[in-house]
């Protein structure tokens, strides 16, 4: 090829900056479509996936021709002629091709596919290059004229552009895998029954599961900022992560913090990933069984919770008054201020109610 002038070469510098950018596959086509008319002039790009075996194919087009979805329906009824038009394997060793190459113009206008789609986007002339794909798909990047054919010039530029088009379609391959990988990974963790918070070593949020968020707010109150834990949260976590003193005792087993509140229960777990540079809070809300403990959250005594834990399993007040050595009256009195505290009437809905505050019915 020819010394570039210096138009072609800024356009071509500004054509690579824009591709090998972090793209994923459908960015990248539509980058490409976008900005390589700057490189060769088009009336109109396209990338295409066919694939003639399924019948069907992908596009995207710059600028996007009026009523476009059945435009591409008449492609897929025409695709079986595609090959004639671009013979598989004839751009494999990198060369850009026009039909004019190998198909004299008025055997091209006699196809069915220049007359339901070729004719309708004014693409008289075309100049087309293809990636490296497996068959029978091909991915081809078109480049389309109404009025005068492609220059050897411009087919020199598109042919010096194939190697980096097919290396950025790679790129945003393996992007998209990733970000598809990632999106799977993240919604199975977020499917978990635990929430998930990843910290960098400085404390800062840089991935929060949405049970998480719930549950840090619930317990420990708002966010400063989407970056920033509650406050409480946040110093037990610098705790967490102050390293013990060289000249210090051996440091403790790390225990969880635990917060008890009207039978829930939430357990935060800490744990240091020094190699990465990051920091993983687990926090896990469990339903605390039914016992004197919890009854005493929702404002009981320790008498008043022990005596509903002995209703709950069925005795009567007799009995209850023999198991705790008090009299029958004195079970009286305290049943009175259950129901008063519970706003109940009777010793089924103490119960009943206490359930349904902890969520166990």
Known sequence: ????????????????????????????????????????????????????????????????????????????????????????????????????????????????????????????YQMRTELPTPPPLTIGISLNRGGTDFSEGERSLLEMLRPHLAQAHRNAEAATEMRDYLNSTRQAVEDLDRGVIVLSTS?????????????????????????????????????????????????????????????QRLMVRFFADHAEDKHLLLLEKQTLPFSEETLKALGLTRREAELLVWIARGKTNNEIAALLYISPRTVKKHLEHIYQKLEVESRTEAVSRALEIFGLV
Not at 70 to 95: A, C, K, N
Not at 207 to 219: G, K
Request: proline content about 9%.
């Open 203 to 263: 404390g800062r949020v840089q991935w929060c599961t949405d049970l998480a968020r719930r549950l840090a707010t619930e317990y420990f109150g708002p966010f400063k900022k989407s970056d920033r834990l509650p406050e409480d949260l946040s110093r037990w976590v610098e705790q967490q992560m102050t390293p013990p003193s060289d000249n210090g005792p051996l440091p403790s087993l790390p225990e969880p913090l635990v917060l008890d509140r009207l039978g």
């Open 1 to 124: 090829m020819e010394s570039m002038g210096k138009r072609d070469l800024e356009a071509s510098l500004s054509f690579l900056r824009e591709i090998y950018g972090h793209l994923d596959l459908e960015t990248f086509a539509a980058r490409v479509v976008s900005v390589l008319p700057e490189v060769v002039p088009s009336d109109l790009t396209s990338y295409s996936e066919v694939n003639p075996r399924r019948g069907r194919a992908i596009w995207v087009m710059e600028p996007v021709p009026p009523d476009f979805p059945e435009l591409i329906r008449l492609f897929e009824r025409q695709v079986r002629e595609h090959s004639r038009v671009h013979p598989r394997g004839r751009t494999s060793d990198g060369e850009a091709l026009k039909v004019s190459d190998f198909l004299a113009r008025s055997n091209f206008q006699k196809l069915g596919l220049h007359d339901e789609f070729h004719r309708l986007i004014g693409a008289e």
